[in-house]
């Protein structure tokens, strides 16, 4: 079992930048892909980023690019998601999640996070 807790969700203005950190715990950090999906309300769960263990490949939703980075250190057992140029179209439930393969879908991740809620005013 992996134990995933996100923080760092908030309320922040149109144009301005948040840091999501995705702390994990159990079973070896190490050997999990990590990814970060959203939901919006009304609206189904959708990808946003992936980063494999060793950090050399990564994978954007075209909607993010440019905009949002994701990290992990591997050493503190936790992911980060640096996101800028807020819009408010980035209003949703932001969940960590951890799997085998670097996928986009939500079915490739085995374990989630409750989730940090990410408002954008304009």
């Known amino acids: 079992q992996v134990q995933l807790v996100e923080s760092g969700g908030g309320l922040v203005q149109a144009g301005g930048s948040l840091r999501l950190s995705c702390e994990a715990s159990g079973r070896t950090f190490n050997n999990y892909a990590m990814g970060w999906f959203r939901q919006a309300p009304g609206k189904e769960r959708e990808f946003v980023a992936v980063?494999?263990?060793?950090?050399?490949?990564?994978r954007y939703a075209d909607s993010v690019k440019g905009r949002f980075t994701i990290s992990r250190d591997n050493a503190k057992n936790t992911m980060y998601m640096q996101m800028n140029s807020l819009e408010p179209e980035d209003t949703a439930v932001y969940y960590c999640?951890?799997?085998?393969?670097?996928?986009?879908?939500?079915?490739?991740?085995?374990?989630w996070g409750q989730g940090t809620q990410v408002t954008v005013s304009s």
């Open positions: 999640a951890a799997g085998t393969t670097i996928g986009t879908m939500s079915t490739s991740y085995d374990y």
């Open positions: 980063i494999n263990w060793s950090r050399t490949r990564t």
